[in-house]
């Protein structure tokens, strides 16, 4: 059996897209998408990202562009699929979250955050599943949130465009699974990203590890090994799943 597993999660000689991957959660599975043998391209709007590819090693490409510019987004996985010669991973990890009262948030707030949660999301996966249907396969997985599946105070944003990746991938995963692409979600509690550990420090931070069962926040390389087995060819009977990864915060 032990064979089996290494082959499964042997990524070697494949090529995988991860929005967002300049930091947080799409560095964490860039990082670790390598150590199994494949090759990344990252997608992010830091410039620095084609230093941090480099910085994975050699063969690994970075991309900066601006995921709401669906020209830029084309050109780009057309690019990414030209310099490995193949396509067969996507990982949408690109987010934003711009928080307020219901009452208050601005038509700018709610346009970004849906523009570059849900609206690049899909355009990337539609980008890249053109190529994957070529080969007749591939495995994507979109980076949803606990915030799909419950309500959080001044998140209405956030949560909507989060709820709708999950329906998104639904879709996607039904009509694509005939041609050999899975399509699933996955949906993190509060992750110690950079950003998570500056926005949710202090008092704020404890009081929501209290509400969490297991009694703390994710850590990043636990969302990768999760998208990582999705991605493996031990998953190829799961799609159109969304997998919830909170520490029971959704089960109370």
Partial sequence: MSGFWDQAFDLSGRCAVITGGAAG????CATLLVERGAKVALLDRDPEVVEIAARL???HLGLAL????LDQVQHAVDRVAEYFGRLDYLVNSAGVALLDKALEVSESAWDSTLNINLKASFFVAQACARHMLERGSGRIVNLASQAA???LDRHVAYCASKAAVVGMTKVLAMEWAAHG???NAVSPTIVETALGKKAWAGELGERAKLQIPVGRF???EEIAGLVLYLLSDAAQMITGENVVIDGGYSIQ
């Fill in 25 to 28: 959660i799409g560095l964490a």
């Fill in 57 to 59: 090693g050699g063969g």
């Fill in 181 to 183: 692409i899975n399509v």
């Fill in 149 to 151: 599946v419950i309500g």
């Fill in 66 to 69: 601006d995921l709401r510019q």
């Fill in 218 to 220: 994710a850590q990043p």
